[in-house]
C-alpha cells in the first residue's frame, strides 16, 4: 500500500516547488515512485492516484470522525497530499484552518499550498475562499500597522502589506494565464484591491497600467476586462471620496488634523483623460482584432462611466447614493474604505453591464446633461460608422450595430 | 492571443511529410507539454493529408484554431492557435513563410525531406516575432488583398474525415503520437477536462 510518506517527503519542500502536475500513465512500471520531480515541477502519474487519493481521504475523515488520531504533522502531511490532488476537498482547508487557529501551522503554509495548487485547478473555488481567510488573518495578526500615515501622502499600505498584495496580483495573474476567463481569479484580485488595499488610489492606477498589456493579449477575457472597469469605477469613486474629505476638512479645519493640513497630495487623477484614454485603447484593439464581443462590452461600460463622469461634474460631490445607481452595479463602490472584520462576502457579483432598469433614472439626468455629452454620443456615431464601412467580419458588423441601438435607448 | 505551432509540410500521396515546425508549448503544465507537441504534429500532419492542394482552410478544434495554407506545388503550412488570435494575420504568416521557404530549399529536397535534413531555421524566430500580431504584422488593420471568403472553415476536425473515419482510430494508430499522449487522448476524451481530478 504506498504511503503518502514519498509524497510529503518531496512536497515537505514545497516552497521551491513552483507546478504540479499528472502524468497520464495507467500502468505503474518497475515499482518505483509515482512521483517524478523536474526542474521544481512536482508530478503524480496517474495511475498511483486511485490508491492514494481514496488512502489519504479516509485517514482524514477517520481523524475528523474521532475514530483516529493523528498528530499534527501527520494532519499537515495528510491534508497537504489531499489538497494538491483535489483542492476543492472543504474538509481538508477546515483542517487546516484548525491548525491555523491553534497556532500549530504558519499560516503563509497555505498561502504557499493555495498557489501550488493554482498551478494545475487556476479556478478552484475552495482555494480561492481559503486563501480570502488565510489573507485575512494575517491582516488581522498586523493590524496595527497594515496602514501608516506617510507624510504627504495621507494613508497608504504598509510595505509589508504592499508585498502581500503584490504577491496576490502575481497569483492571480497566473492564474488567469492559465484558464480563460478565470472569474474565480479575478474575483479574488478585485477583492484584495478592495480589503487589503483599501482601494488606494496609487495601487489602482498601478494595477491599470500594469495590466493594459496582459488585455491587449487576452481580448476575448471577459473577467479581464470587467477587472479594469472596476478600476475605473473604483477610481472614480475614491477621488469623489477624497475631494468631498478636503471640502468637509476645509470647513471645519482642526489644527492637529493631518488631513487638513497637509492637502492630500497622492497622485492627482486626471478622470477624463483616463477615461479617455481607456476608449482610445479599446478603438485600437477593435479594430485590430474585428469580431470580439468583449472589446464591444467594454466599450459600453467606459462610455457609460464617462457619460455618468460628465454628468456630475463639476458640482455634484454629493455622495453616489443607490439611488442614483442603475441596476445596482455600484455595489462595490466604497466610500468608506471597510475594515478587515467586515464579512468577506464577495461584492463582485453586483458588478453587472449596464441593466436596463437603469436607463429610466439615467434618462432623467440625460436631459440636464451639458453638451459635451451629446458631443461624446456622436463620436460613438461616427466610431460605429467607420467601423461598419470598412468591417468584412460579420461577427463585427453585428456588434457595432447592437452597440449602436444600445446607444439609441440611452438617450431616448 | 496565442501562436502554438507553425509547420512546413509537403502534401505527398498518401501521406504529408513534416519538413520543419517550431512550437511554443509554453503556456500548457509542464508535464502536458510533450504530448501537447505530438498531437500538434499529429493534427497538422491530418489537416494536410485532407486538404486540397490550392486551398486555405480554419479548422476549429475546442478552443484550437487550426489555419492550413496548401500551395499548388504541394507545399504546405500549418499554424495552430487559439481563438483569439487573427485569421488574416495567420494566414499572412503562412504565405510568407512558404515563400521564404521555397527559395532557401530545393524543390528536390521536399518530398523526401525531416526535419533533421531540411536546412531552413528562420521557423522558430517567426513563430516567436508573431505572437504578438501588431508587432509583426503592423499594416494587419489594413485590409488584406486575399480574399476571405475563399477560405474554408471547418467547425470540427471530424469534418475533414471521410465517412466512417474515426479520430480515434486515427490517433491509435498514429506513429506520431507515443503512448503517453494516446493515453493522455483516451483520458481527456473520457471527461470534461476542467473537473477531472484524474
Known amino acids: ?412 | 492571443m496565442k501562436l502554438y505551432s507553425l509547420s512546413v509540410l509537403y502534401k505527398s500521396e498518401p501521406k504529408a511529410v513534416l519538413l520543419k515546425a517550431a512550437y511554443d508549448v509554453s503556456s500548457f503544465s509542464f508535464f502536458q507539454r510533450s504530448s501537447v507537441q505530438e498531437f500538434m504534429t499529429f493534427t497538422s500532419e491530418l489537416i494536410v493529408e485532407r486538404s486540397a492542394k490550392g486551398s486555405r482552410a480554419s479548422v476549429k478544434e475546442q478552443e484550437y484554431l487550426c489555419h492550413v495554407y496548401v500551395r499548388n506545388d504541394s507545399l504546405a503550412g500549418v499554424v495552430i492557435a487559439d481563438s483569439e488570435y487573427p485569421s488574416r494575420v495567420a494566414f499572412t504568416l503562412l504565405e510568407k513563410v512558404l515563400d521564404e521557404f521555397s527559395e532557401q530549399v530545393d524543390r528536390i529536397d521536399w518530398p523526401v525531406g525531416t526535419p533533421a535534413t531540411i536546412q531552413y531555421t528562420a521557423l522558430d524566430g517567426h513563430l516567436s516575432r508573431y505572437q504578438n500580431p501588431r508587432e509583426a504584422d503592423p499594416m494587419s488593420k489594413v485590409q488584406a488583398e486575399l480574399d476571405e471568403t475563399k477560405i474554408i472553415l471547418h467547425n470540427t476536425m471530424e469534418s475533414l474525415l471521410e465517412r466512417g473515419e474515426k479520430l480515434d482510430d486515427l490517433v491509435s494508430k498514429s506513429e506520431v503520437l507515443g503512448t503517453q499522449s494516446k493515453a493522455f487522448y483516451k483520458t481527456a476524451r473520457k471527461q470534461n477536462s476542467c473537473c477531472a481530478i484524474m
Not at chain 1, 482642526?254 to 478603438?283: G, I, M, W
Open chain 1, 1 to 412: 500500500m504506498d504511503d503518502p510518506c514519498c509524497f510529503q517527503y518531496t512536497v515537505l519542500k514545497e516552497k521551491q516547488r513552483d507546478e504540479i502536475g499528472l502524468i497520464p500513465c495507467p500502468e505503474a512500471r518497475y515499482n518505483r515512485s509515482p512521483i517524478v520531480l523536474v526542474e521544481n515541477k512536482l508530478g503524480v502519474e496517474s495511475w498511483c492516484v486511485k490508491f492514494l487519493l481514496p488512502y489519504v481521504h479516509n485517514k482524514l475523515l477517520l481523524y475528523r470522525t474521532r475514530k483516529q488520531r493523528l498528530n499534527k504533522d501527520e494532519l499537515i502531511d495528510v491534508t497537504c497530499t489531499l489538497l494538491l490532488l483535489n483542492p476543492d476537498f472543504t474538509t481538508a482547508w477546515n483542517v487546516r484552518k484548525e491548525l491555523i487557529l491553534s497556532g500549530t501551522l504558519n499560516p503563509v503554509k497555505d498561502l504557499h499550498l493555495g498557489k501550488l495548487a493554482l498551478t494545475k485547478f487556476p479556478k478552484s473555488p475552495e482555494t480561492w475562499i481559503h486563501r480570502r481567510w488565510v489573507l485575512q488573518q494575517l491582516i488581522q495578526e498586523a493590524s496595527l500597522s497594515s496602514f501608516v500615515t506617510k507624510g504627504n501622502l495621507g494613508i497608504v499600505p504598509a510595505e509589508r502589506t504592499q508585498r502581500i498584495i503584490q504577491e496576490e496580483m502575481e497569483v492571480c495573474g497566473e492564474a488567469a494565464g492559465r484558464y480563460p476567463s478565470n472569474y474565480n481569479a479575478w474575483s479574488h484580485r478585485i477583492w484584495v484591491l478592495q480589503h487589503l488595499a483599501k482601494l488606494d488610489i496609487k495601487i489602482l492606477l498601478d494595477e491599470l497600467s500594469s495590466t493594459k498589456q496582459w488585455a491587449s493579449m487576452h481580448i476575448s477575457d471577459h473577467s479581464g476586462f470587467h477587472y479594469r472597469q472596476f478600476l475605473l469605477k473604483s477610481l472614480i469613486s475614491q477621488t469623489a471620496v477624497d475631494s468631498s474629505v478636503l471640502e468637509q476638512n476645509s470647513l471645519r479645519s482642526k489644527p492637529k488634523d493631518e488631513e487638513a493640513t497637509d492637502s492630500v497630495e497622492e497622485p492627482r487623477v486626471n478622470l477624463t483623460h483616463l477615461l479617455e484614454k481607456e476608449v482610445e485603447f479599446c478603438t485600437d484593439l477593435i479594430d485590430s482584432y474585428p469580431g470580439h464581443e468583449t472589446l464591444w462590452c467594454h466599450r459600453r461600460h467606459v462610455f457609460y462611466l464617462q457619460h455618468r463622469l460628465s454628468g456630475r461634474f463639476p458640482h455634484s460631490l454629493t455622495h453616489l447614493s443607490p439611488a442614483d445607481c442603475p441596476g445596482g452595479t455600484l455595489n462595490d463602490l466604497h466610500l468608506i474604505p471597510t475594515s478587515p472584520q467586515e464579512s468577506q462576502a464577495m461584492e463582485v457579483d453586483g458588478l453587472n453591464e449596464s441593466s436596463k432598469q437603469g436607463y429610466s433614472q439615467e434618462t432623467k439626468r440625460l436631459k440636464r446633461t451639458p453638451a459635451s455629452d451629446s458631443l461624446g454620443l456622436e463620436m460613438e456615431h461616427r466610431f460605429i460608422d467607420q467601423v461598419l464601412s470598412t468591417c468584412r467580419n460579420a461577427e463585427q458588423a453585428r456588434y457595432a450595430n447592437a452597440y449602436r441601438r444600445w446607444l439609441v435607448t440611452l438617450s431616448q
